[in-house]
């Protein structure tokens, strides 16, 4: 089945949300949500949520699933904010304890925080599947970039979050806690044997050098063929030379201390104190 696929493109975090619709109904899913955080004010703002939400309210759509393809380090997710005015299950891997352990220590959130993934509805697993509608998706278990990553297989359509980027600007970074250039070539090798025609969603577009637009649609052979890192028939061990010694040049994202604390909690903010306030923490020299 061919899913129907509208892209909401988030410039200031070069983030794509998802909204996929049954091809013969009203049921979707959103996938990898946007919340306005502006880090020097500490102001959130719904702004990017909301035109998704008014796009599935001027359809009447029905939202199924809010699906997160990782714990996101570049963006805070909407997910819950989404939840509360249109529905729809939150879901990612089950992996996300591993995630929430690890930065768990390094935000010193003590016993208070939940590291069992208790803060989402669905925890997925390689192998599963779920329904859209009529529609089938199916899991791929895609770590490298982070050991929660997920590929979501829907109809003929597959959402890659940061594992891949366009053809032309390569593959995710593997230099944060629990990253692995060899495992990130291993699952991108999973994606790569979908069919051909298989259109790949990516997370995120940064507009490679010489590209005037911004694009976010490609397949799978086109990513074979072209792919700067991983097309071609580049070895594992070259890859991996790469991957390291580039992830090494690079400064963490903007929104990366941000994003984990809220995006561990499947977009909730941390605990309000007893003044009532919510805070975020910064580890000195944690990162």
């Not at 061919?2 to 493109?9: A, E, K, L, R």
């Not at 899913?29 to 939400?53: E, H, N, P, Q």
């Not at 990782?70 to 591993?98: C, F, M, N, W």
């Not at 050991?147 to 003929?156: E, F, Q, R």
Request: aromatic share 10%.
């Amino acid at each position: 089945m061919t899913p129907t696929v509208h892209g909401f493109f988030d410039e200031a975090t070069n983030t794509i949300t998802y909204v996929v619709i049954e091809p013969t109904g009203r049921a979707c899913a959103v996938i990898d949500s946007v919340l306005d955080f502006d880090y020097a004010s500490g102001r959130t703002d719904t702004r990017s949520a909301d035109a998704v939400i008014a796009f599935i309210r001027d359809n009447a759509l029905d939202v199924q699933w809010i699906l997160e393809t990782h714990v996101h380090a570049d963006h805070l997710s909407a997910a819950p904010y989404i939840q509360e005015r249109v529905g729809g299950k939150i879901g990612i891997g089950e992996r996300i304890t591993v995630v929430q352990d690890t930065f768990g220590k390094i935000f010193n959130e003590g016993t208070r925080f939940q590291r069992d993934g208790s803060q989402f509805d669905q925890l997925f697993k390689e192998g599963d599947s779920f329904h859209i509608g009529q529609l089938r998706g199916d899991v791929k278990h895609t770590p490298g970039h982070t050991p929660a990553c997920l590929t979501y297989v829907i109809g003929d359509a597959a959402f890659v979050g940061d594992t891949l980027f366009m053809p032309d600007f390569g593959t995710a970074r593997c230099d944060f806690p629990g990253g692995s250039a060899e495992t990130l070539y291993d699952s991108v090798q999973k994606i790569m044997a979908l069919p051909d025609e298989t259109r790949i969603f990516v997370g995120h577009d940064y507009k490679a050098p010489g590209r005037e637009e911004f694009a976010w649609e490609t397949t799978v052979g086109a990513q074979k063929a072209r792919n700067i890192h991983v097309g071609a028939g580049k070895s594992r061990e070259d890859f991996i030379a790469m991957r390291n010694t580039r992830d090494a040049t690079l400064a963490m994202p903007r929104l990366i201390i941000p994003s984990l604390q809220v995006n561990m909690r499947a977009g909730h903010m941390p605990e309000p104190e007893d003044n009532g306030q919510s805070y975020l923490k910064v580890p000195i020299n944690g990162l």
